[in-house]
């Protein structure tokens, strides 16, 4: 069985779970909400710090189309795994909501990312810090892309993050090696950003729910695509030029840039949930709490020194940066079982599947002192699948 590179999930006819997929799978199918990524490729070599090679970039999130900072969005931050350095989290956590669109990036560049947020949000809003709007809270999440990357370089800078913002669109978004993905490691093989959607049905509102991970974590022998253990079966796997090479092979040995296999160490991953569904700050943290089994459902076990965090927004109700009264009116969905269950099950889904796109979608990557990361071995990972049954028609 052969397949080409960089096919997502339902396309090579993994189809994860059982609801319906939004018009782009990605999570700008939920209405509004746009990405947009700014890739860094220079260098090759050894390490040079300040210099490169540089394997890296930055992701943006837009949760709407308007100001964030005037019409914010409910929110709830759920921390899995705390080991990380991610800024703004604890305000969504204190008063439930985002004034910012959300950044993501490398450990090491997540201040002068946060910066040129400030930068971004005082072009909109320059009564920011001098008015009596009071300050702004950036939202930036990070994973460690040092295995590949020059990180020490802190080499994303403001102009950059602005032109990721500047960029940012609906429709389908790219995957796998791009923006914030660049130097990024999922399960010993090149990750990255992925992203997938699902849609509620009819009598529950055709509610979207989307998601986007930025995914750097795993062992090798944990992956599971749709509940076949692929990363067990090729816990040995090297590619055929690395077999004639006997000084790669040490390099193909480690599964991810913090530790080698069979390490419990493995990474961190980043989820942003989004929906339009009318939700609270508190009922967004039970979705967010879910999308922990969605992870878990592709292979994580959210290691001692991860660093797992879902950050899950809704942006069909803002909510105003003044208000004009003491009290204000707004809708929220009923929370019965039938609503809640479904938006749960999406986001389980979304998370697994958007895991699985970054895994597929990643492209071998050589960065920082000839290390190397293998994209998954697509052809033998779909003929595992296949033999476990799970594999069906693509779709057309």
Not at 103 to 129: C, F
Not at 195 to 200: D, F, I, K, Q
Not at 311 to 329: C, G, K, V
Request: hydrophobic share 40%.
């Amino acid at each position: 069985m052969s397949a080409p590179r960089r096919l997502r999930a339902a396309e090579a006819g993994v189809i994860i779970g059982t609801m319906d997929r939004g018009q782009y799978n990605a999570i700008t199918d939920v209405p509004g909400v746009a990405v947009g990524h700014v890739t860094l490729i220079s260098g090759e070599g050894p390490l040079v710090p300040g210099r490169g090679p540089v394997r890296t970039g930055v992701t943006a999130i837009l949760p709407h189309q308007g100001n964030v900072f005037r019409r914010k969005v409910p929110a709830a931050v759920h921390v899995i795994n705390g080991f990380g350095k991610s800024t703004g989290l604890a305000q969504i956590a204190e008063l439930g909501n985002i004034e910012t669109p959300i950044l993501l990036t490398n450990t090491l560049s997540v201040g002068r990312v946060w910066d040129a947020a400030v930068t971004y949000m005082l072009q909109g809003n320059p009564d920011i810090g001098v008015g009596p709007v009071g300050t702004v809270n950036p939202v930036v999440g990070e994973c460690n892309d040092g295995y590949l990357n020059d990180i020490q370089g802190r080499h994303v800078r403001e102009e950059h993050v602005l032109r990721a913002l500047a960029s940012a669109t609906t429709g389908p978004v790219a995957e796998g090696a791009v923006g914030a993905g660049t130097g990024m490691t999922a399960f010993g093989f090149k990750g990255g950003i992925g992203t997938a959607s699902r849609v509620l049905p009819q009598p529950l509102g055709r509610f979207v729910v989307g998601v986007l991970v930025l995914a750097n974590f795993g062992r090798r022998e944990d992956l599971l695509i749709d509940g076949v253990p692929v990363g067990r079966a090729l816990r040995e796997w090297m590619p055929r030029e690395a077999i004639a090479d006997p000084a790669v092979r040490p390099r193909l040995a480690e599964s991810a840039p913090e530790a080698p296999v069979g390490d419990l160490d493995v990474g961190s991953v980043m989820v942003i949930v989004a929906t339009d569904a009318p939700l609270t700050d508190r009922q967004l943290s039970r979705l967010a709490r879910r999308a922990g089994m969605g992870l878990a459902r592709a292979g994580s076990i959210a290691g001692h020194g991860s660093g797992d965090f879902v950050i899950a927004f809704a942006n069909s109700s803002l909510q105003p940066h003044t208000f004009e009264a003491i009290t204000y009116r707004e809708t929220r969905l009923a929370e019965d079982g039938r609503n809640m269950g479904a938006l749960f099950q999406a986001t389980i889904e979304a998370t697994e599947e958007a895991v699985i796109n970054a895994v597929l979608a990643a492209e071998t990557t050589e960065g920082r002192d000839n290390h190397v990361r293998y994209g998954l071995p697509l052809d033998l990972a779909l003929e595992i699948v296949a033999r476990h049954g799970r594999l069906v028609r693509p779709d057309k």
